[in-house]
């Protein structure tokens, strides 16, 4: 019994776990039908599927991120590469009205796929782009991040004409808001990216890889691992990610603001991932971890609104967060611990 | 012969800049009516004032090998802090500054403890600095509060005349006083030589017994500070304060700071560099003004472009100038690949 609850609190997942169920409890706390979940027009609907699917977002940048964390880099522009592609997404789609049969629809200015595979492709440009000047150029990846995300909203005002430009398309509607068997579709993507991930980086040598570049990219290279070409597509990955999530923000808000599309996720991503245990030095990576830290922002934004306190206060609390994160990540408050431990006599 | 060795790696991107800048003032002169004037490039000065600041106290940071991103919300913090004890407490302004001033170094002041004594990295400390300072202003107020006081309206509008119409204002003074001391700091004291020896090599810096730590917790107090001393510069500016002012400054302030030569792995570049920075920045958009035509977006592209080519450039001469091949040599230095990303 002793020794499972040892492994269990040494598991990586145990903290993140625990911060969560703790804020749960918060939330019922002031919402005592906080984990109520009905059945209403045919799909789920409660708070916690609310979260979810606000999450999806995050969770699929986060998961990107902690690759492109694990290789020892950072993005800081894929809220400028959401911005992008979710112009690129609803300035295609659009809608114009018509009427067929006699009844009033909206019909979109570009097929569907095409507009959707036109703003992935456009991500995944944004993160060529990035790969080329940390990998190729061999930039810090703060500073080469640094120039898509001041000049990306440029772009994606540039492509919407500055204007914030409205959807009126009613299929694209369906990845945002729509649900399959009663769960919301978002949340069948984030699963598809996650066990596409898990399979590619279990199952094949690719996460022993990326892990060996961020701990010593150096030792990596020596043993023949092609530490510029992971590092180049690992960028080009988490760009995709934010393409796709572009496309799920932009579906539910039915428009595109070049202005504050994504604004500030890439911060919520990097805190979702040290939330998660991921180290922000690189190296070991957790991917279920992040998912966890990213339902952790979510659950923390439901619990600051329930509260009632203004949302805007979330950044002193998320501040708070991130200070506590780092600190408990830190080694030097190991040593600290580890030379009271020692000076009391007691094991660490 | 003197001139070729006064030319070299380290001035280079500065006199790129230099250049670049009368290029660019040039080219408005030539294509706008009205453009060639004393009093527009003056305007350069007392539109960027506040950006100055916070650049100067940015470039001490990057020289030092790490970056600051609270900047912009200190700024933001420190008007509404002044507004809300000017307008609501009727405090005076000679209270009021002091205090706001102190807040901003003590802000920086505890960023770089946890930097140097946690180790944590400059990038993440600051990035908590970043939400903590927005949002503590969000718990003073979410609207904007105005500044009514008369001695503020009297500071922000006294304009000290040169010659006939030409005339600079008081933004514009303390952000030319604040450089000066800035270069006196960095050019001529012990604490501005440990900056550049530090930017160099921070565990050579450590093995000659100079105050790494101390140094280094210092340059995130100085930062603070410029921020708080930008953010009385952007109330006497906005008679105001405000949440969302300066939303993206530290872009802006790195930005300036890359461009004006300052190696962003720290150890080379100029803090008079930084105010030839924020003046192309400001040139960029005065002619993006003067047009008229083109939205005011491009500005932000044009900053991404300008970045993009100055740190291509860095990394050009970093690796001797005429080698292309550095492109296509990721982790060609393994020991200093090493030592940056730590």
Known sequence: MKATLLRLTRSHLFWPCVTLVLLCLVNVHFNPGFFDIEIKDGHLYGSVIDILNRAAPLMLIAMGMTLVIATRGIDISVGATVAIAGAVAA????????????????????????????????????????????????MQPIVATLILM???????????EGQ???????????????????????LYIVAAVLGILLLLTQRTALGLFIESVGINPVASRFSGISARALVFWVYAFCSVTAGIAALIITSNVKSADANNAGLLLELDAILAVALGGTSLSGGRFYLIGTLVGALIIQTLTYAIYSLGVPPEINMVVKAIVVFGVCIIQSPALRDLLLKHALRSGGPA | MKLAGTINTRTLP??????????????????????????????????????????IGMTFVILTGGIDLSVGSIVALT??????????????????????????????????????????????????GMFLARGLCYVISID????????????????????????????????LLTLALAIFLAQYTRFGRTVYAIGGNERSALLMGLPVGRTKMLVYTLSG???????????????????????????????????????????????????????????????????????????????????????????????????????????KKPEEQADTAK
Not at chain 2, 145 to 173: K, Q
Request: glycine share 12%.
């Open chain 2, 144 to 175: 904007s509060i105005a500044i009514t006081d008369p001695t503020y309206a009297a500071v922000s509008e006294y304009r000290i005349a040169f010659g006939e119409e030409a005339f600079l204002s008081v933004s514009a003074i303390i952000a």
């Open chain 1, 164 to 186: 914030i430009v409205t959807v009126y398309y009613e299929p694209f509607f369906f990845i945002g808001n729509g649900f399959i068997f009663g769960i919301p579709v978002s």
């Open chain 2, 225 to 331: 500070f410029c921020s708080a001393l930008g953010g009385v510069l952007v109330t006497f500016y906005m008679l105001s304060g405000y949440g969302l002012h300066a939303l993206g400054l530290e872009m802006d302030a790195i930005a300036a700071a890359v461009i004006g030569g300052t190696l962003l792995t720290g150890g080379v570049g100029y803090v008079a560099g930084s105010l030839v920075g924020v003046m192309i920045l400001g040139v960029i958009q005065s002619l993006i003004a003067f047009d008229g035509s083109l939205s005011s977006w491009w500005t932000r592209i044009a900053i991404g472009v300008l970045l993009c080519s100055f740190c291509l450039m860095q990394r050009l001469l970093e690796h001797g100038g005429t080698n292309l091949g550095f492109l296509f040599s990721y982790w």
């Open chain 1, 91 to 138: 300035s295609l789609i659009g809608g114009s009205l018509v009427i067929k049969e006699g009844v009033q629809t909206y019909v979109s200015n570009t097929p569907m796929p095409l507009a959707f595979a036109a703003a992935l492709a456009v991500a995944l440009l944004c993160g060529l782009w990035n790969g080329l000047l940390v990998a190729g150029a061999g």
């Open chain 1, 150 to 160: 001041v000049a990306g909203r440029g772009v994606a005002q540039l492509i919407t």
């Open chain 2, 79 to 128: 008007t509404m802090v002044t507004a809300a004890l000017v307008e609501q407490h009727h405090w005076s302004i000679w209270a009021v500054v002091p205090l706001v001033l102190a807040m901003g170094a003590l802000f920086g002041l505890l960023m770089g403890s946890l930097i140097h004594y946690f180790r944590m990295q400059p990038f993440i400390v600051t990035l908590g």
């Open chain 2, 14 to 55: 500065l006199l790129v800049t230099s250049v670049l800048f009368a290029l660019l003032f040039g080219f408005g002169s030539v294509s706008y009516d009205n453009f060639f004037s004393v009093q527009v490039f003056l305007n350069l000065l007392i539109d960027n004032a506040f950006v100055t600041v916070v650049a």
